[in-house]
């Protein structure tokens, strides 16, 4: 059975950092791009970031590509997501979500395995 676990969320006050982790079971996605979502409450969910499979490309969402970093540890079928000078706006539950593809896209429906999510809540 194939899993994604997050990890890392938690309550932070403005312009720290979080680190969140992903880590998958059940099968290797290391031929996977992977990514992050977010859905804040009232809100559709949004792309964050994705890495593509080899770690060489990387994609943002414009708002936290100067503040966020996506990274990725195929030996340990681990995917990370570090986020620095966190914003109220960037309240949310975040998903992880491994693509059907090798490289970066943005859109969920390429994404078929996704985790349950970890809260985000950053206070001003």
């Known amino acids: 059975q194939v899993q994604l676990v997050e990890s890392g969320g938690g309550l932070v006050q403005a312009g720290n950092s979080l680190r969140l982790s992903c880590a998958a079971s059940?099968?290797?996605?290391?031929?996977?791009?992977m990514g992050w979502f977010r859905q804040a409450p009232g809100k559709e969910r949004e792309f964050v970031a994705t890495v593509s499979a080899n770690g060489g490309n990387r994609y943002y969402l414009n708002s936290v590509k100067d503040r966020f970093t996506i990274s990725r540890d195929n030996a340990k079928n681990t995917a990370y997501l570090q986020m620095n000078n966190l914003k109220p706006d960037d309240t949310a539950v975040y998903y992880c979500?491994?693509?059907?593809?090798?490289?970066?896209?943005?859109?969920?429906?390429?994404?078929?395995?996704w985790g349950q999510g970890t809260q985000v809540t950053v206070s001003s």
């Open positions: 059940g099968r290797a996605f290391s031929g996977n791009a």
């Open positions: 979500a491994a693509s059907r593809l090798a490289v970066v896209t943005a859109a969920p429906n390429e994404y078929p395995y």
